[in-house]
Nanobody, 125 residues
Framework: VQLQASGGGSVQPGGSLRLSCVAS????????IVWFRQAPGKEREGVSC????????QYKDSVKGRFTISRDNARNTVYLQMNSLKPEDTAVYYC???????????????????WGKGTLVTVSS
């Protein structure tokens, strides 16, 4: 059972990146997925989540309107499209799986059953 986040990199302010979270060894079909990030010297924070149905998405206030979470169950992958990136978005981004919840439930906080390895996003001019 493994989660792998990828797609990070270095971009200038205003740029875009698309992060991917790929699951192996199990199906994401029945799980909500949560993206977290941790900036240097700061606590980890929830950024966005998507329910297993895909019908419910949640975002941290500071990324609303700029980030979009989506899922492709056929590819066992969840994406985080990040547009209009700002220096304060610089962090290591992680995807995580919470305990099983309702098909339309998700939250960007709480206990996670397991975590993927992170991917670094650097936004700098």
């Amino acid at each position: 059972v493994q989660l792998q986040a990828s797609g990070g990199g270095s971009v200038q302010p205003g740029g875009s990146l698309r992060l991917s979270c790929v699951a192996s060894g199990f199906s994401l079909d029945f799980y909500a997925i949560v993206w977290f990030r941790q900036a240097p010297g700061k606590e980890r924070e929830g950024v966005s989540c998507i329910s297993s149905s895909g019908d419910n998405t949640q975002y941290k206030d500071s990324v609303k309107g700029r980030f979009t979470i989506s899922r492709d169950n056929a590819r066992n992958t969840v994406y985080l499209q990040m547009n209009s990136l700002k220096p304060e978005d610089t962090a290591v981004y992680y995807c995580a799986v919470p305990p099983l919840v309702g098909r339309d439930d998700c939250a960007i906080a709480g206990h996670m059953d397991f975590w993927g390895k992170g991917t670094l996003v650097t936004v700098s001019s």
